[in-house]
């Protein structure tokens, strides 16, 4: 093994993995905890923060690695669900949290698609 995640070409892409993951995953945590709640979204600090510094994350992520930038948005969303399912009492909800994690994640790939567009990082 290469040491490497799928799609990772070397040039700081691990890095950039290990921050939409480990992104992803603190800010569900924090707005989990800060907002008292057990889920996350459930807490407004989620709309009003979280969920804007992912999209933010990604944004920054789509300038920096253009190269098939929908995976970043995916990557943040993919970390909350696991966040969710860790935390989950039961998993009755959890094909319709999926799609909710799906739908969350259109915005930041309309983002990052056009981010990366503009991206000097473009080759």
């Given at each position: 093994m290469n040491g490497r995640l799928p799609g990772a070409r070397g040039d700081g892409e691990l890095a950039a993995w290990i921050a939409a993951?480990?992104?992803?995953?603190?800010l569900w945590i924090a707005a989990s905890l800060?907002?008292?709640?057990?889920?996350a979204w459930d807490s407004p600090?989620?709309?009003?923060?979280?969920?804007?510094?992912?999209?933010?994350?990604?944004?920054?992520?789509?300038?920096?690695f253009p190269r098939r930038p929908w995976r970043w948005p995916v990557a943040v969303m993919a970390s909350q669900a696991v966040a969710l399912c860790m935390s989950a009492a039961s998993f009755g909800l959890l094909p319709?949290?999926?799609?909710?994690?799906?739908?969350?994640?259109?915005?930041?790939?309309?983002?990052?698609?056009?981010?990366?567009r503009f991206s000097p990082y473009r080759r």
């Amino acid at each position: 093994m290469n040491g490497r995640l799928p799609g990772a070409r070397g040039d700081g892409e691990l890095a950039a993995w290990i921050a939409a993951l480990g992104g992803g995953l603190l800010l569900w945590i924090a707005a989990s905890l800060l907002g008292d709640r057990k889920e996350a979204w459930d807490s407004p600090l989620y709309w009003q923060l979280a969920y804007p510094a992912g999209l933010l994350l990604c944004g920054w992520l789509g300038w920096r690695f253009p190269r098939r930038p929908w995976r970043w948005p995916v990557a943040v969303m993919a970390s909350q669900a696991v966040a969710l399912c860790m935390s989950a009492a039961s998993f009755g909800l959890l094909p319709l949290g999926l799609v909710a994690f799906l739908l969350l994640a259109l915005p930041g790939i309309g983002i990052v698609v056009l981010v990366a567009r503009f991206s000097p990082y473009r080759r």
